[in-house]
């Protein structure tokens, strides 16, 4: 299989490109140059699926993926099943299947990538950390040879793109310890890799062998996300020595595997303080020569369980306002639970509303004629408008209706004292008559 860069290289063009670029309303040569400078990928869409073409990176929409998966503690195909359908209900560009116990991880992956319609993504070092559990009662029981088998049995199976921990090295973890930090490490996968590093007194394998990994993927054409093993898991631990010493190696580990053939784009961090967002994005995006950036929130506070959906969405505007390129949602359970479907359904609406915002601040073509449509929408008191062009028409759908006024033009905040309505009369137009509403 030749990997989307080598066809590039080549002078053929895909049709994934065509109906990326067709979608994102880029001219198609355009976006073949950004795939080949590394600013953009686009997933293969793998496995005889039907699967939507999807773009990542400067330029185009800001994406926003959905995290599903079982734990040890709750394990549920129907469940999980309801979660891809909520994701993909909600409008998720993505999804990751973020599995680690509790059953037939491997057959449940299976069953979600079968039934996804969006590229599909997962973090192999879960799989292979619980099969290691599983036969030897720890994480550090690992081989390398797991974690490449890992990879390609999950490539096989037809994932996407992948998150793989390759610059947590040796060298940046001496950082970690030699600073100290008030939570240490938050990330899963980087929690597994620093075990295995500290048990076998060897490099991290993703880094060491990381031209076989390359190897690996390039075989299956699997674009990799460079995982962020290091990020701040609250704000005290934001931008320091050790995030910022892994984003320079994650730098480097994109334009090796960009020669390989292989699509990079780079994790970033997740929780930082809101003065700080900006700078953290641009001096990612500057580090790792303008590469597709996808973003955890980023959290803006540490203190709103139960609300971290909107802690996400504050930092996601922010972000991606700055030059992010792909954000990944956080539900309201994150810090408490396995999410629900709800939590799924409202974690993904909350950021794709940031997603929205940093579109109309990056100036992305179209973003703003969404919100123009609705203000038209709302000047005609046409309800039914509104309603269809609400992020969440459903919930929008359910409010107006519990609620609807006994005023056929106006709803119950205002009622006979509309604004809209008011206004209107007194310039010589009724509402509903709005010209190219």
């Known amino acids: 299989m030749m990997t989307l860069l080598g066809q590039l290289a080549s002078g053929v063009v ?32 793998s496995g005889g699926r039907q699967v939507r073409p999807t773009g990542i990176g400067s330029g185009l929409r800001t994406k926003v993926n959905a995290n599903i998966g079982a734990s040890s503690e709750i394990f549920s195909r129907d469940e999980e ?10 409008g998720a560009d993505t999804v990751m299947d973020l599995s680690s116990g509790g059953g037939e991880v491997g057959q449940l992956r299976r069953t979600l990538i079968a039934g996804s319609e969006l590229p599909f993504g997962t973090v192999p070092i879960y799989e292979a950390a619980t099969a290691a559990r599983e036969r030897g009662g720890s994480v550090v029981s690992m081989t390398r040879d797991d974690l490449l088998g890992v990879v390609e049995s999950q490539a096989a199976d037809g994932v996407d793109f ?24 938050v990330s899963r996968g980087g929690a597994f890799m620093i075990a295995w590093m500290l048990h076998h007194d060897r490099e991290n394998p993703f880094y060491e062998d990381y031209d076989l990994l390359l190897e690996v993927l390039a075989k299956w054409d699997v674009t990799i996300s460079l995982g962020d093993g290091l990020r701040p898991g609250c704000l005290a631990d934001a931008s320091d020595r050790a995030q910022f010493q892994e984003l320079v190696t994650l730098g480097g580990l ?36 303008d590469a597709p950036l996808y973003v955890l929130g980023p959290l803006v506070t540490d203190v709103a369980p139960g609300y971290d959906h909107i802690t996400a969405a504050i930092g996601g505007a922010i972000a991606g306002a700055a030059g992010a390129d792909y954000l990944c949602y956080v539900t ?21 509303i940031a997603a929205h915002a940093a579109d109309i601040a990056k100036g992305v073509p179209g973003a703003l004629e969404w919100d123009r449509r609705m203000a038209g929408a709302r000047k005609a008191l046409d309800w039914d408008a509104q309603i269809g062009l609400a992020v969440d028409p ?37 509402a509903g008559e709005i010209s190219g509403c």
């Open 394 to 430: 459903k919930a929008a759908r359910s409010i107006y209706d519990a609620r609807r006024s006994s005023s056929v033009e106006g709803c119950s905040m205002c009622g006979e004292l509309c604004a809209m309505k008011i206004v209107s009369e007194h310039l010589g137009l009724k």
């Open 162 to 185: 992948m998150t793989i921990h390759a610059g947590l090295t040796r060298s940046a973890l001496g950082h970690l310890q030699a600073q100290g930090r008030l939570m240490d490490v």
């Open 332 to 352: 309201s359970a994150e810090h408490l639970g396995l999410p629900t479907v709800e939590d799924v359904h409202q974690g993904v609406i909350a950021s794709r």
């Open 81 to 90: 099943i309801r979660k891809l359908g909520a994701a993909v209900a909600a």
């Open 14 to 45: 895909p049709a994934r490109m065509e109906a990326v670029a067709l979608s994102e309303s880029i001219d198609r040569d355009k976006l073949c140059e950004l795939v080949l400078a590394g600013r953009v990928v686009v997933p293969r869409a």
């Open 254 to 289: 994109a334009q090796t595997a960009r020669e390989a053939g292989v699509q990079a784009m780079i994790e970033g961090p997740g929780h930082v303080p809101l003065p700080d967002v900006e700078a953290n994005i641009r001096m990612a995006k500057k580090l790792t020569g």
